[in-house]
């Protein structure tokens, strides 16, 4: 029943990157300052799963040096509610496929990160890849029909709906198109 804003940056694609974790309480009309993230990344989505916040994928998009897509940040970092604090799983389970602008999702126990952009490729990312927090692994499920990236995604009913982006990096061309992961 709450809303968390976690990382961003403050001068658009220029500089100032923040791992900011904060939690608004639409009742109360209240924010909390709650623990910085370990990683700062922008472009970037999070989710929750059995009080926990999985952050993977983002950029330091750094415009001041001419970094804007080519700094990924690979490291999942996850928030545990319970404790109060933040931690990075290992090396070995980094996001596959790196890449920033890319949608997130639950499905059951799972994070779906999902299209994105880099700096390795001019069309936008088609990839979906799945990190199961049982097993703590990751597993790759069928790609975009588009690639895409500035998606969102959501789980209605089981199915996984994503709806228009950018289908090069960038931006360009919108699309506006919907695609359904069943």
Known sequence: DKVYVVCGIRDGHWDGHVGWLDEYDPRTNEWKKLSDAPHVRDHVQAVVIDDKVYVAGGRRSTAKIGQVLNLLEPAV??????????TTLPESKNLPTLRAGNASVVQGKKVLIIGGESGSQVPAHSEVEAFNTRTMSWE????????????????????IYVVAGSGNRGGGPELNSIEVLR
Do not use: Q
Not at 77 to 86: A, G, I, L
């Open 140 to 159: 790759t499920l069928a790609p975009l029909n588009a690639g895409r990236h500035g998606t969102g995604a959501v789980n209605v009913n089981g199915k």
């Open 77 to 86: 970092d996850v928030y545990d509610f319970k404790t109060s604090r933040w």
